[in-house]
């Protein structure tokens, strides 16, 4: 078994974990290539421990990876495996982990569990954009786990956003922004703004507005293999586009196209998480005090 660790360096609470997890795979005869910074953040060095970074050291061969942090540490963890089909989960050393959802107190039973097949894949959907039908910029990934998002820039003015449906003209949002997500990230950025919480695998994407001026704009639902797209206009000549935690400033009047990206993501589910049970305790439903 081979076995990717990643993590960010300045979360000391991943320490503890990605060592139990090391442990445990050395006593499975596991092979473990550890992120080159999250290795020297953990003080191991040498042959033992192998490495690799952003442009190297991952192939397909590897048959886990397993990143130590919140949701956001998941989604900068995808921009290393990309289109690579490497099953991936998160250990939960942040706060909220819709998307990390292991105990760190559980990694052991994590590795034993995965040896044993244990376990079911869940195919998680991604969202690319591209500008004027060109990639963004040289050396920014232009797709996005969570979401794609136009947002203003350098003003407290808002922004107009003339949106197209397969080539239909759908509206012209006037807000601060316009969110396009998946079903994944439909409980990050877009739940916040009054969307929908989607299955994860539902076939489906979400166009929420962000404080929108023309107060009838809702949250729209509609099929993952439509084509959209925006085009912003305001008082300022640029905007933000975003595609998870990465941003990029655009000139007004770009036509951007976002699609299904050609790939999926593989999250590795266990027995003892499901979706749906992440969503009653991490959104508390069902919870009543009067109880």
């Avoid at 290795?39 to 886990?64: I, M, R």
């Avoid at 994590?110 to 039908?133: P, Q, T």
């Avoid at 949106?163 to 316009?178: H, P, R, V």
């Avoid at 439909?186 to 979400?206: E, F």
Wanted: hydrophobic share 40%; charged share 20%.
């Amino acid at each position: 078994m081979k076995v990717a660790l990643y993590g960010q360096t300045f979360n000391k609470e991943s320490a503890g974990p990605a060592g139990e997890l090391l442990d445990e795979l050395s006593v499975l005869g596991a092979e473990a290539v550890l992120e080159a910074e999250f290795a020297q953040f953990l003080g191991l060095s040498g042959p033992e421990y192998p490495t690799f970074t952003l442009k190297k050291g991952l192939d397909p061969s590897f048959d886990l990876f397993v990143s130590f942090g919140g949701d956001g540490t998941i989604l900068r963890a995808i921009t290393y495996i990309r289109d690579l089909g490497i099953p991936i989960v998160g250990v939960n050393t942040g706060r909220l982990g819709f998307l990390s959802t292991i105990g760190k107190e559980e990694v052991r039973s994590l590795v034993r569990d995965f040896s044993k097949g244990a376990y079911r894949l869940v195919e998680r959907s991604l969202v690319s954009a591209r500008l004027n039908d060109a990639a963004p910029e040289a050396g920014f990934m232009n797709f996005a786990l969570n979401e794609v998002t136009v947002s203003r820039k350098d003003t407290t003015s808002m922004i107009t956003v003339e949106t197209y449906l397969n080539g239909e003209y759908l509206t012209s949002y006037w807000a601060d922004g316009l969110i396009v997500a998946t079903p994944t990230g439909s409980t990050g950025y877009s739940l916040s703004c009054g969307g929908p919480v989607i299955t994860p695998t539902a076939r489906s994407l979400v166009i929420t507005p962000i404080a929108p001026h023309n107060l009838n704009a809702r949250p729209l639902v509609i099929a993952d293999d439509t084509e959209i797209r925006l085009r912003v206009s305001g008082r300022e000549s640029q905007h933000l586009l975003s595609l998870d935690s990465r941003i990029t400033s655009v000139e007004n009047g770009t036509e951007i196209c976002i699609r299904r990206a050609g790939f999926t993501v593989k999250m590795v589910e266990f027995a003892s998480e499901s979706f749906l049970k992440t969503i009653r305790h991490k959104l508390l439903w069902g919870e009543d005090r009067r109880n």
